[in-house]
């Protein structure tokens, strides 16, 4: 029951892009095709749930037992940007046919906050299932990092068709380009906030 | 110029990079770590002193846990002398967006003297009205028994009004008050 | 290039927000007032300005292949500085701006300065850019905390115009987006009469 809440809560109430404000570089950046889009977020499923996983045990078996929690910054970025790497490195050798699809887009996703910040919200924020608040455990911390992807992905798909619409519609000279999306991104997180009473 | 990249000075310059780093953050934790629990400190103090009525003892120090159906509760009595003014407990509750922290103050008749927000993470400009500086919420509760009072949105037939539009918010806070209520009461009983 | 004109290159000409359209991530999360833009900005430009100054000293020791990692490491110390500093000395700003703060390291501003500036100038001009983009920064999100604190409560760095409230959804997620979105539109059209 629980994941059901964690799913709906991370893809529709609190989605990262359109209410958590993670993510917004690559929404704004690579969403002018649904195609990239698409690719885009299937990166970033993979290495978030990759990332979320190393992180947590990071966060409980290394840094809490050491008592330098301090250290979460620092550690967890370079354990994302090598992460990338590797992810990069080992799609190459393990599926060429893959790596066309996304790799390309691997590289961009070290400076997403989208990862950084869900693998920090995992290990910070206590989450409320009817009873007390409290920390994810590990499973539900890797439901609630992919949980998270496809409401990454999602928006970035929504959006990218629109984006495409638009490309086409007649827009005043000055909202031309992003000014335009940002008011059509604030026009989708409205209707998002739609889903607020769902959890 | 950038240097010509071989495999030994690239991991090199990576452990001197990161060593340097986390000696210099070494560092800076251990001079501002004092700084940082006195801060927290001084929240805690600053939010009983607005919640009890004035005290002469130090209600930090005298902190204990009353134990309230299987959970364990601060409470920091404010004391005159002797006499017991006020008594602050901290009591939590699940909100919109997480843990709401609550630090409720009685006086010792049992009316609230204040409640202060110690933590939350309600939407900004809806949820964070239980602020005592971004509304009057918390006002309604000031001066009024728990007894008398009930301790209820109106929505679910208690006193309280509910900040608008955020019903789940103004329950929660509710919540909390109603908890703190008991374990007052809970104090008031181990203590005869 | 003049000292004075990196300082304002990076208030105007090359604005972070409205031209370069960097960092939108704090942009959005961190305006629902003036004030927490101000604060937010200039956490940001103490980082840039910090780690534009280190990076340009160390930038002709670091084989090129590493120089990424090299600066993520560098950028996530000052912000883990920044951190701890904060939650001393100013506790209240740290929780109100909350996860943004370390999510300054990936703010693609200060990764970009770094490679596109400061690995290549000298310390001082690394060190203007550093300020000239930071404040550029910091306006950009002033004026847009500013737009949505007024629209959205009737307020102006804390002050109160009106009763009661204002147009909620400014200070809600959608408003960031549509308020950035007119922000933009106007500063397009000011540009083109330059």
């Given at each position: 029951?629980?994941?059901?809440?964690?799913?709906?809560?991370?893809?529709?109430?609190?989605?990262?892009?359109?209410?958590?404000?993670?993510?917004?570089?690559?929404?704004?950046?690579?969403?002018?095709?649904?195609?990239?889009?698409?690719?885009?977020?299937?990166?970033?499923?993979?290495?978030?749930?990759?990332?979320?996983?190393?992180t947590?045990?990071l966060q409980y078996y290394v840094l809490i037992p050491l008592g330098i929690e301090f250290m979460q910054t620092v550690t967890f970025i370079v354990v994302?940007?090598?992460?990338?790497?590797?992810?990069?490195?080992?799609?190459?050798?393990?599926?060429?046919?893959?790596?066309?699809?996304?790799?390309?887009?691997?590289?961009?996703?070290?400076?997403?906050?989208?990862?950084l910040?869900?693998a920090i919200?995992?290990v910070s924020?206590?989450?409320?299932?009817?009873?007390?608040?409290?920390?994810?455990?590990?499973?539900?911390?890797?439901?609630?990092?992919?949980?998270?992807?496809?409401?990454?992905?999602?928006?970035?798909?929504?959006?990218?068709?629109?984006?495409?619409?638009?490309?086409?519609?007649?827009?005043?000279?000055?909202?031309?380009?992003?000014?335009?999306?940002?008011?059509?991104?604030?026009?989708?997180?409205?209707?998002?906030?739609?889903?607020?009473?769902?959890? | 110029?950038?240097?010509?990249?071989?495999?030994?000075?690239?991991?090199?310059t990576l452990s001197i990079v990161t060593l340097a780093a986390s000696t210099f953050l070494g560092m800076v934790y251990a001079v501002t770590k004092g700084p940082i629990e006195e801060a927290m400190i001084q929240k805690t103090n600053s939010a009983i002193?607005?919640?009890?009525?004035?005290?002469?003892?130090d209600?930090s120090s005298?902190?204990?846990?009353?134990?309230?159906?299987?959970?364990?509760?601060?409470?920091?009595?404010?004391?005159?002398?002797?006499?017991?003014?006020?008594?602050?407990?901290?009591?939590?509750?699940?909100?919109?967006?997480?843990?709401?922290?609550?630090?409720?103050?009685?006086?010792?008749?049992?009316?609230?003297?204040?409640?202060?927000?110690l933590s939350?993470?309600?939407?900004?400009?809806?949820?964070?009205?239980?602020?005592?500086?971004?509304?009057?919420?918390?006002?309604?509760?000031?001066?009024?028994?728990?007894?008398?009072?009930?301790?209820?949105?109106?929505?679910?037939?208690?006193?309280?009004?509910?900040?608008?539009?955020?019903?789940?918010?103004?329950?929660?806070?509710?919540?909390?008050?109603?908890?703190?209520?008991?374990?007052?009461?809970?104090?008031?009983?181990?203590?005869? | 290039?003049?000292?004075?004109?990196?300082?304002?290159?990076?208030?105007?000409?090359?604005?972070?927000?409205?031209?370069?359209?960097?960092?939108?991530?704090p942009?959005?999360?961190t305006?629902?007032?003036?004030i927490n833009?101000m604060g937010m900005g200039l956490a940001t430009m103490f980082v840039l300005i910090m780690s534009n100054i280190v990076i340009s000293l160390i930038?002709?020791l670091?084989?090129?292949?590493?120089?990424?990692p090299s600066y993520i490491v560098v950028i996530a110390s000052f912000v883990t500085i920044l951190q701890l500093v904060m939650q001393a000395y100013l506790p209240g700003l740290y929780d109100t701006l909350g996860l943004f703060i370390p999510l300054i390291v990936v703010n693609?501003?200060v990764l970009?300065?770094a490679?596109?500036?400061a690995?290549?100038?000298?310390i001082?001009?690394s060190a203007?850019?550093g300020i000239?983009?930071g404040?550029?920064?910091t306006?950009?999100?002033?004026?847009?905390?500013?737009?949505?604190?007024?629209?959205?409560?009737?307020?102006?760095?804390?002050?109160?115009?009106?009763?009661?409230?204002?147009?909620?959804?400014?200070?809600?997620?959608?408003?960031?987006?549509?308020?950035?979105?007119?922000?933009?539109?106007?500063?397009?059209?000011?540009?083109?009469?330059?």
């Amino acid at each position: 029951m629980e994941y059901i809440l964690i799913i709906i809560s991370a893809v529709f109430v609190n989605n990262i892009i359109l209410s958590q404000f993670l993510g917004v570089c690559p929404f704004l950046g690579v969403s002018n095709k649904v195609s990239t889009a698409a690719g885009m977020s299937g990166a970033v499923t993979f290495v978030m749930a990759v990332a979320t996983l190393v992180t947590y045990l990071l966060q409980y078996y290394v840094l809490i037992p050491l008592g330098i929690e301090f250290m979460q910054t620092v550690t967890f970025i370079v354990v994302i940007a090598s992460l990338v790497q590797m992810v990069e490195i080992m799609m190459k050798k393990i599926s060429p046919s893959l790596y066309q699809a996304l790799g390309i887009f691997l590289p961009l996703i070290t400076t997403n906050c989208a990862v950084l910040g869900v693998a920090i919200l995992v290990v910070s924020k206590e989450f409320t299932f009817g009873g007390d608040p409290q920390l994810l455990n590990m499973s539900q911390a890797i439901v609630f990092s992919i949980a998270n992807a496809i409401g990454f992905g999602l928006a970035m798909i929504l959006f990218s068709g629109l984006r495409e619409q638009l490309e086409l519609a007649n827009v005043p000279k000055e909202f031309k380009g992003v000014p335009i999306a940002l008011i059509t991104a604030g026009i989708l997180a409205l209707a998002f906030m739609g889903f607020a009473g769902l959890v | 110029m950038a240097k010509e990249s071989t495999l030994k000075n690239m991991l090199l310059t990576l452990s001197i990079v990161t060593l340097a780093a986390s000696t210099f953050l070494g560092m800076v934790y251990a001079v501002t770590k004092g700084p940082i629990e006195e801060a927290m400190i001084q929240k805690t103090n600053s939010a009983i002193m607005q919640v009890v009525p004035e005290f002469t003892n130090d209600p930090s120090s005298d902190k204990l846990l009353v134990d309230l159906s299987g959970k364990s509760y601060w409470v920091y009595p404010a004391k005159n002398g002797d006499n017991l003014v006020g008594l602050a407990v901290e009591s939590s509750s699940s909100g919109f967006g997480g843990r709401i922290s609550l630090m409720v103050g009685f006086s010792s008749d049992g009316t609230i003297y204040d409640i202060s927000v110690l933590s939350h993470t309600e939407t900004p400009g809806l949820g964070d009205k239980i602020e005592s500086s971004k509304s009057n919420f918390s006002v309604q509760f000031k001066g009024t028994n728990p007894d008398e009072f009930k301790i209820l949105v109106k929505k679910d037939g208690g006193d309280v009004d509910a900040i608008t539009a955020s019903t789940i918010t103004s329950r929660a806070y509710c919540d909390a008050v109603r908890i703190a209520y008991e374990v007052f009461k809970q104090y008031l009983n181990d203590n005869k | 290039m003049g000292k004075l004109n990196i300082i304002t290159k990076g208030i105007l000409k090359e604005n972070p927000i409205f031209v370069l359209l960097l960092g939108m991530c704090p942009t959005l999360g961190t305006t629902t007032s003036a004030i927490n833009g101000m604060g937010m900005g200039l956490a940001t430009m103490f980082v840039l300005i910090m780690s534009n100054i280190v990076i340009s000293l160390i930038s002709s020791l670091i084989p090129s292949k590493v120089r990424i990692p090299s600066y993520i490491v560098v950028i996530a110390s000052f912000v883990t500085i920044l951190q701890l500093v904060m939650q001393a000395y100013l506790p209240g700003l740290y929780d109100t701006l909350g996860l943004f703060i370390p999510l300054i390291v990936v703010n693609c501003i200060v990764l970009g300065r770094a490679e596109a500036f400061a690995s290549k100038n000298s310390i001082v001009d690394s060190a203007l850019d550093g300020i000239g983009i930071g404040v550029g920064f910091t306006l950009g999100l002033t004026v847009l905390g500013a737009v949505r604190e007024l629209l959205g409560s009737g307020a102006l760095f804390g002050f109160k115009f009106i009763q009661g409230d204002g147009m909620l959804v400014f200070i809600l997620a959608p408003g960031a987006f549509i308020a950035l979105g007119y922000l933009l539109v106007l500063f397009n059209k000011y540009k083109a009469k330059l």
